[in-house]
């Protein structure tokens, strides 16, 4: 088997910047944990700026694009959110690599579904279509289906983000083994029509070695919750350590 390139990491910042704003006060700082993730290994960062600003707030989604421009010259940032003409707007200010597109209401706790790309491909089009002519890679999240990974192809997307909740919250071997099979064939679906592949939700450092090891090919994986508890543990740039340990393939994959 020909070599693969390991996915990458990209940390989520959210749950740093939720408990920061649960006082008004500047810590924990949403930039030097970002600092302190890039320093340890991490691809990029990840944020989904609100319009509550529950967590993380227009302030910290310029202060961290600043940071990587400035500091870490070919690092990601990656900006997801629903495209309402408020998020496209930030977005082509800021100008991140990367903008993942979710079928979030603005209520939801957090992402917990992908797009229906059959059904809102007439909403969908146009909004990547802006974004890459603005030189924005597109990536668009969708639910474990081949069908939804195959109608995303046409929408101009260069990537799909796969839910990987359903797996995240499986623990008997049959249903973790039964949401991998669909992981997996939405993911060949994905490449077979030319998208790369992106993956995030609930994924741990016991269930990510099983996923890249079913998926080799995946380009990133954006990681938050889990690599923030672990970080209570072990501290922030242990953590990120794990996690691209993690990710890492085998150098005979």
């Not at 260069?158 to 083994?177: C, D, N, S």
């Not at 994986?221 to 990120?240: C, F, Q, T």
């Amino acid at each position: 088997m020909s070599a693969h390139s390991s996915p990458v990491l990209s940390v989520n910042l959210n749950a740093i910047a939720h408990l920061r704003n649960r006082r008004d006060l500047p810590w924990p700082s949403v930039t030097g944990l970002g600092r302190i993730s890039l320093d340890a290994g991490a691809n990029g960062l990840t944020v989904h700026p609100r319009p509550d600003e529950r967590h993380i707030r227009r302030t910290d989604v310029f202060e961290l694009r600043d940071l990587i421009r400035r500091d870490y010259s070919g690092r990601e940032y990656n900006i997801e959110g629903f495209p309402t003409e408020e998020f496209l707007e930030l977005v082509e200010e800021v100008h991140p690599d990367q903008v993942t597109l979710v079928p979030d209401d603005p209520a939801q706790s957090t992402s917990d579904h992908g797009w229906d790309t059959q059904a809102y491909a007439g909403f969908l089009a146009p909004v990547v279509a802006r974004l890459k002519a603005r030189g924005m890679r597109v990536s668009i999240f969708i639910d474990a289906e081949p069908r939804m990974a195959i109608a995303a192809a046409p929408l101009g997307a260069g990537r799909v983000e796969l839910y990987t909740g359903p797996y995240g919250h499986t623990f008997t071997p049959a249903a973790k083994a039964a949401t991998l099979d669909d992981l997996a064939a939405t993911a060949e679906a994905a490449r077979s029509v030319g998208l790369d592949v992106n993956v995030g939700h609930d994924l741990t450092l016991d269930n990510l070695p099983p996923l890249v090891a079913r998926i080799p090919f995946v380009a990133e994986a954006s990681i938050g919750h889990a690599l923030i508890a672990d970080a209570l543990l072990l501290g922030m740039g242990e953590a990120v350590k794990r996690y691209c340990a993690a990710l890492a393939l085998p150098e005979s994959a």
